[in-house]
C-alpha cells in the first residue's frame, strides 16, 4: 500500500519530572481510518494525543503532517493542521447553546454570532455525518451524548478533518455507542 500517512510522529518523547510519559513512540495515521490507542491507565495515550492535539509539547520528536514537519504548540495550530481533540470531559458552558459553543473563542468573523448562519452550518454537518442535533438547545438541556455531540460539530466547524476522540464510549450507553460508530463510519467514508 502506497498511501501516505496523513500524520506521522516520530520519536515522540514526554517527561513529567522524572516521569517519562511516552519513550520514543511512533504513530502512522490514515485519513479515512478509525484507529483505537489502547493500553492500561497510566500507559501514555492520552498524553501523546495531548501532544497531537497542541494541550503538550513533546521534550523530543518530531510530527509530519502530510510528510511536512509542523511544530504544534497550542490547539489553534493543530486546527490550522486540520487536527481536533474531543476529550472525555467535555468543555462546554451549560448556560449557552450549542451554537454559542461552537464558535466560542473563534477569532474574526467566524466567532461572530450569526445565530442563522452557525445554525445553518451545523445542520449541514448534522445531515452529512448523522448527527441529531439542535444547534438552538441548551447544553444544561441535553444529554451525555448530545454534549458530545455538540464537542464533534465544535470541531468539525472548526475544519479538523483529523479526530481524536479521547475514550468516547466510557459515558454512554451501548444503544449510544453503536449510533457513534455509524457516525464515525459516516466520518472515515468522508476521509476524515
Same mark, same amino acid.
Given at each position: ?30 485519513? !479515512? ?5 489502547? #493500553?492500561?491507565? !497510566?500507559?501514555?495515550?492520552?498524553? +501523546? ?14 510530527? +509530519? ?16 493542521? #486540520? ?20 464558535? +466560542? #473563542? ?58 481524536? +476522540? ?24 468522508? #476521509?476524515?
Amino acid at each position: 500500500d502506497n498511501k501516505i500517512a496523513a500524520v506521522k510522529m516520530r520519536d515522540i518523547t514526554k517527561r513529567f519530572g522524572s516521569v517519562v510519559a511516552n519513550d520514543r513512540v511512533w504513530l502512522d495515521i490514515y485519513r !479515512g481510518e478509525i484507529l483505537a490507542l489502547l #493500553g492500561e491507565n !497510566g500507559s501514555g495515550k492520552t498524553t +501523546l494525543m495531548n501532544m497531537l492535539s497542541g494541550i503538550y509539547f513533546p521534550d523530543e520528536g518530531q510530527i +509530519l503532517i502530510d510528510g511536512e514537519e509542523v511544530v504544534i504548540r497550542s490547539p489553534r495550530d493543530a486546527y490550522r493542521y #486540520g487536527i481536533g481533540m474531543i476529550h472525555q470531559h467535555f468543555k462546554l458552558v451549560d448556560v449557552f447553546t450549542a451554537a454559542e459553543n461552537i464558535i +466560542l #473563542g473563534l477569532p474574526g468573523d467566524k466567532g461572530k454570532m450569526d445565530k442563522n448562519a452557525v445554525a445553518k452550518a451545523v445542520r449541514e454537518i448534522a445531515d452529512r455525518y448523522g448527527f441529531d442535533i439542535d444547534p438552538n438547545q441548551k447544553i444544561y438541556e441535553m444529554s451525555v451524548s448530545q454534549k458530545q455531540t455538540v464537542e464533534i460539530v465544535k470541531v468539525l466547524y472548526r475544519g479538523a478533518d483529523i479526530l481524536i +476522540l479521547d475514550e468516547p464510549t466510557a459515558v454512554l450507553t451501548p444503544q449510544e455507542t453503536e449510533k457513534l460508530f455509524t457516525v464515525m463510519r459516516n466520518m472515515k467514508k468522508d #476521509g476524515k
